[in-house]
């Protein structure tokens, strides 16, 4: 049972892992990121860790996967022929696929070394839970925990100062041909 | 369990692999970007399968900080994405060179 949910949810992942690799368009990568995503939320819980397969359904699909897709129907509202990834040289993609396998070699080399034949041990009762989790959070991972907060306002702050759109140079006087944001406001509304 | 750990860790580092593959190969940020997550997200795997084999959540934790700073590293990154977009009208990575030597 378990060996079957193993199998079909990794197979899943690896499929979705080279569609986002080969996908042409960035809206069909963001896609089979989707599907990367949820069989690893699968395979999270096929490890016992029920509070990190729900926090990846809540943050990855739900928030990080669509910030994706906003910026990707953002850019591509500006420029309707974002020109899909133009060819690389051939030596460039051979350097790129050897150099990948090598280094899958020597880690998978390395895994099977330290881990073939390894027995697990025996789960203490509620492993993994948010109850068990979030008691480590508070005790053992107070600091980093406080820290990981720091590093979202932070991320908050400048998500906001970046995102916003650029001030003109003469505040009050608008271009030529082109209204002021009140003006265009005003306009809209007696419309 | 039946599936051994060294399985979950294999299918980790495959995913590793593509997703170095991927920064590699393609020449558009966003996809870049989601290269990225997906390497992140093989890693938080490998520490999934970590934590279940030593039966210590301390990897569980780690994970849930990689987590955390993938959202920030993300909102940032795409930030700084549309910026560029914005003065440059391009996402090519190949095409943003000023800072080149």
């Known amino acids: 049972m378990e060996s079957a949910v193993f199998l079909i949810a990794s197979a899943l992942s690896l499929v979705g892992g080279v569609g986002v690799v080969t996908a042409r368009q960035p809206i069909h990568s963001a896609l089979s990121l989707l599907v990367v995503l949820a069989s690893l939320a699968v395979l999270y819980l096929l490890l016992l860790a029920e509070f990190l397969a729900v926090l990846q359904v809540i943050l990855y699909a739900g928030a990080i996967l669509v910030l994706f897709l906003f910026v990707i129907m953002l850019l591509h509202a500006h420029s309707p022929e974002l020109h899909p990834s133009p060819k690389l040289g051939r030596s460039h993609t051979a350097t790129a696929v050897i150099s990948a396998t090598l280094l899958f070699g020597l880690l998978a080399g390395a895994v ?80 | 369990m039946t599936v051994p750990p060294a399985a979950y860790v294999l299918l980790s580092t495959l995913l590793f692999v593509l997703g170095a593959l991927g920064v590699l190969l393609r020449r558009t940020a966003l996809i870049v970007f989601m290269s990225i997550e997906l390497m992140l997200n093989s890693v938080n795997l490998a520490f999934l399968s970590f934590a279940r084999m030593h039966a210590d ?28 977009f914005r003065t440059r009208d391009t996402v090519d990575v190949d095409e943003v060179d000023l800072l080149r030597g």
Do not use: H, M, N, Y
């Open chain 1, 112 to 191: 099977l070394q330290a881990l073939g034949g390894r027995v697990v041990a025996p789960p203490p009762p509620g492993f993994g839970s948010p109850e068990a989790v979030g008691r480590a959070l508070f005790t053992a991972f107070l600091l980093p925990f406080e820290l990981a907060g720091l590093l979202l306002l932070v991320g908050i702050v400048t998500g906001v100062v970046l995102g916003k759109a650029p001030e003109r140079r003469e505040a009050g006087r608008p271009e030529e041909g082109r209204p002021a944001r009140e003006e265009v406001l005003t306009r809209g509304g007696r419309r």
């Open chain 2, 57 to 84: 959540l301390s990897g569980q934790l780690v994970a849930f900080f990689v987590l955390v700073v993938a959202a920030v590293e993300v909102v940032v990154g795409l930030a700084i994405l549309v910026d560029i």
